[in-house]
């Protein structure tokens, strides 16, 4: 596969739940990140990681738990999120310069009830 | 800081064309240029870098004028698959040379091109 791949693409969960995101990209990049976007919000960043790295951390909620094993991979796990935590949730790679454009994945739509 | 984008909507017929401006408060070495279709990943357009350079994609162009933090996007002679939110992007390292550090986006412009 290329480019960058999200699953699932579609999630439902309670408040008290807790689950991952997942994200892969096979492009060779070494800088992967998290967006959120909803509705009312642009695209906010969340993480940021190089070479596995975290190097950034927008002042994101700690219900929120990134995890990045090695290069290609990414997670994002969530545990006891508010129904203000839905959203679509994006991940984006690129190679480790601040010139490098950013291939995204299709995302996951996240709902908690 | 997030860059400012204008219009916030803009509607289109096929064949006219649409200038969408971002704007920063911050010192710029590049501006990034996205699209994004409704239900869709942002799609990459265009970097912009200092230097004033402009840049173009089919009819698609975009301008950098770092000294007025500034950049605009062009759409000439829109086509139908034009339409959807179009987003600048620019770098929280805002120097040459620094490491990824993210990219802190606009708004978004929505353009809707009809028939």
């Known amino acids: 596969e290329t480019g960058v791949t999200q699953t699932p693409r579609h999630l439902v969960m309670g408040m008290t739940n807790k689950k991952s995101l997942k994200c892969e990209q096979h492009?060779?990049?070494?800088?992967m990140y998290w967006y959120k976007q909803s509705a009312k919000k642009p695209l906010e960043l969340m993480f940021v990681y190089n070479f596995k790295e975290q190097t950034e951390n927008n002042s994101v909620p700690s219900r929120f738990s990134p995890e990045c094993p090695n290069s290609s991979h990414l997670f994002l796990h969530l545990h006891t999120l508010q129904p203000e935590d839905s959203a679509l949730y994006l991940c984006?790679?690129?190679?480790?310069?601040?010139?490098?454009?950013?291939?995204f994945g299709s995302g996951t739509r996240l709902t908690v009830v | 800081q997030q860059p400012v984008q204008s219009p916030q909507a803009v509607i289109l017929r096929e064949g006219e064309d649409a200038v969408i401006n971002c704007s920063s408060s911050k010192a710029l070495y590049s501006v990034h240029w996205y699209r994004q279709k409704h239900g869709e990943a942002p799609v990459f357009l265009m970097i912009l870098l200092k230097g004033g350079e402009q840049k173009g994609h089919d009819k698609i162009s975009a301008s950098f004028n770092e000294k007025k933090q500034q950049s605009s996007l062009y759409l000439t002679a829109s086509q139908l698959s034009y339409s959807g939110t179009y987003f600048c992007?620019?770098?929280?390292?805002?120097?040459?040379?620094?490491?990824?550090?993210?990219?802190?986006f606009g708004k978004g412009t929505h353009l809707i091109i009809q028939p």
């Open positions: 992007g620019t770098p929280n390292v805002p120097y040459s040379g620094g490491g990824a550090d993210g990219l802190t």
């Open positions: 492009l060779g990049h070494n800088a």
């Open positions: 984006a790679s690129s190679q480790d310069v601040s010139r490098a454009s950013y291939t």
